[in-house]
């Protein structure tokens, strides 16, 4: 705890009341419901949760009420800019089982490189993938990025202006088109004047003159600004989520090289543009050496981390209300692995299919294509925009196998009845008979609900040593409800 704060106290209860955890100074792990979190001798009454601000009740004592009854993972409060620690587990796979799915997601030779892009544009992206990077490249992008601020190349542009003078510069079309359309402005009568209209001569006030400068502000250099932004980002991301020693330091090192960079006059002549990392390479990023090596780390950055003002990265140890999309995650790679696809985007979601192979592609979290399959609504006037969980296209015959992932169980440990009507509702939607609940039940094998033509399969995906053999058998039985979409 800082010396100076004047903190006294910090715990916190469930709603009932029952027991109280101080989260001073050890870390504690929650069951996930609704909490109190109560802090005594604080200066401000504002706090901040996983950023994001909240306010406690006034008193020496301040109260604040928090719904974390879907939260599984780690939590970090910051209260008088002292941050504490704390967790929350739900009763499904627990925390251990949230780590055991990252973990999985890390090794599951699916091409997952330690990321992944959720529907509303946040990303999952793990600490040690960012590092790697910065190890690769950090180095050789600041040497190289000093180097071209010491002389830069500079790009002469030609643009157009009025002037009082004539000369070599004048666009003689450009001006007589001006003069023609504003006479009494810019035409002053002269005895001697270079211009005649019928027995009169006139002088020009203005003319158009071609007006040559050199600017730094070029895509290139543009390139070059967004880079130095990300890897300064990137290194603070890793700052804030490493306790090791020796990579703290290594990032010091680098913000040590990058803030004077920053600061330095020349880059406020070159202005921001959305998309400058995937801009057209430029010709000096052909034939000049340096300028080459920045386009290609900035190539690499975008490929390998998807970088976007859209994508907001995440920490890894801060899944509030994350745990169905970790899940999903996990789901989609599992099944990938059992039918030997490889995935087609280093960002997980970013390209559709998600995963393809000889004989099949894998489709996670889009609308699917109308081509792969189409919902009875398609040809209404109002058109649906369903995003099915998974969906395992046949590409040689057509067929297709729908599957959902429910980060739920039911009272008995197996997929809960709200999932069932879920995935009945898809099967009405699309004209199916079959269809797969993924969930992360207790089972060890697959289940199927059968009635009237139709099943349901319930297969049990959980992250432990038994998911080969259920992937095994989880296979075979998706194969089975492989089918042909009726619109």
Known sequence: MMNESPLEALAV????????????????????????VEVTGHRSHSVTLDGER????????????????????????????????????????????????????????????????????????????????????????????EQILSNPRFRTTTSKKLS?????????????????????????????????????????????????????????????????DQLSGLVREVLVNTENTSVRARCRGWLAKLDPILGRPILGAIHPAPGAMSAP?????????????????????????AWSANHAPMRRYSYVQRSDSIYQAFAACSIAGAFGLTQTSPLLGAESPAFTGPDFDLYF?????????????ASSDRPDLSRPDLILHERSSGRVALMDAKYRIGPDGEASEDSRKDVSAYMALY?????????????????????????????????????PSVLAEAATAIRGTLQSPPY
């Open 281 to 305: 390479r430029q010709q000096e990023e052909l034939i000049d050496r340096e300028y080459r090596t920045c386009y290609e780390i900035s190539r690499d950055l975008h490929h390998r981390l």
């Open 365 to 377: 979290d889009v609308t699917p294509p109308s081509a792969v399959l189409r919902s009875w609504r």
């Open 13 to 36: 209860r469930t709603i009932a009341g029952a027991q109280a955890w101080s989260l001073l100074p050890d870390l504690v792990t929650l069951p996930a419901t609704t909490i109190i």
């Open 54 to 145: 909240h306010r406690l009740t006034p008193g020496r004592t301040g109260l604040l009420s928090l719904d974390l009854t879907r939260s599984t993972g780690y939590h970090r409060l910051v209260v008088d800019r002292e941050p504490f620690w704390f967790a929350t587990e739900d009763g499904k796979l627990k925390l251990a089982g949230i780590e055991e799915m990252l973990n999985y997601l890390l090794t599951a030779g699916t091409g997952w490189t330690g990321q992944a892009i959720f529907s509303d544009g946040t990303g999952l992206r793990d600490t040690h993938v960012v590092y790697a990077w910065l190890d690769q490249w950090a180095d050789l992008a600041l040497r190289t990025i």
């Open 431 to 467: 004209g199916l008979d079959a269809i797969s609940i993924l969930y992360p039940g207790n089972g060890t094998s697959v289940r199927s609900v059968t009635g009237q033509g139709h099943a349901i399969l319930e297969v049990p995906i959980r992250p432990w040593a038994d998911l």
């Open 164 to 228: 009082r003078r004539g000369g070599s510069g004048v666009l003689r079309a450009q001006t007589i088109q001006l003069l023609k359309g504003s006479p009494r402005e810019y035409l002053a009568s002269s005895p001697t004047g270079l211009i005649q209209i019928g027995n009169e001569r006139y002088d020009p006030l203005r003319v158009v003159a071609r007006q040559r400068r050199r600017t730094i502000d070029t895509p290139a250099h543009r390139r070059i600004a967004a880079l130095l």
